[in-house]
T-cell receptor, first 112, second 115 residues
């Protein structure tokens, strides 16, 4: 069975600074990996996903993530934070059974 | 219009009451899911359905039941609500087309308070 660990339940960054959200997973098979974002009072929106192929994945709103099999990681980054990036971010994994297992989430606040 | 809709968006009920949360989708997807979100726990899968005749339990199905009335509709019921079912509930859908099966699309959520 798969599991997901997100390091840090809260991250605070200054506007214009690097955003780095950490995600580690455990899986018995090569997984599908996802990052979702949840803005206040909204549902989850897909930021990006890794299925196969290139390990550096680019998503919406300037975010990207890199799949590192040897480290079982899928960390999310954005070079320059914007106030609109304030939200909760969820890492998720699927083992080809089309069910998602989610991490606990990381709340990002952006300081002006 | 939203592709995945949930009704109601907010609900307050009392312990022991039966309630139903409804989900409808216009994406034409075969697969539908119900999750609950609790602070610090992320989202956990309650039930899922890969087509109209297919219903499967997720990791936390106790106290819940579901009905897949049509391809586009998937309802979640709490037969006798209890306070620890207070949570934010999400419906999601995914396609069965190869290459798209793994991506889930979420509704806006239903916030449920059980007193």
């Amino acid at each position: 069975a798969q599991s997901v660990t997100q390091l840090g339940s809260h991250v605070s960054v200054s506007e214009g600074a690097l955003v780095l959200l950490r995600c580690n997973y455990s899986s018995s098979v090569p997984p599908y990996l996802f990052w979702y974002v949840q803005y206040p009072n909204q549902g989850l929106q897909l930021l990006l996903k890794y299925t196969t192929g290139a390990t550096l994945v680019k998503g919406i709103n300037g975010f990207e993530a890199e799949f590192k099999k040897s480290e079982t990681s899928f960390h999310l980054t954005k070079p320059s934070a914007h106030m609109s990036d304030a939200a909760e971010y969820f890492c998720a994994v699927s083992e080809w059974d089309y069910k998602l297992s989610f991490g606990a989430g990381t709340t990002v606040t952006v300081r002006a | 219009d939203a592709d995945v809709t949930q009704t109601p968006r907010n609900r307050i009920t009392k312990t022991g009451k039966r309630i139903m949360l409804e989900c409808s989708q216009t994406k034409g997807h075969d697969r539908m899911y119900w999750y609950r979100q609790d602070p610090g726990l992320g989202l956990r899968l309650i039930y899922y359905s890969f087509d109209v005749k297919d219903i499967n339990k997720g990791e936390i199905s106790d106290g819940y039941s579901v009905s897949r009335q049509a391809q586009a509709k998937f309802s979640l019921s709490l037969e006798s609500a209890i306070p620890n079912q207070t949570a934010l509930y999400f419906c999601a859908t995914s396609d069965s087309v190869a290459g798209e099966q793994e991506t889930q699309y979420f509704g806006p959520g239903t916030r449920l308070l059980v007193l």
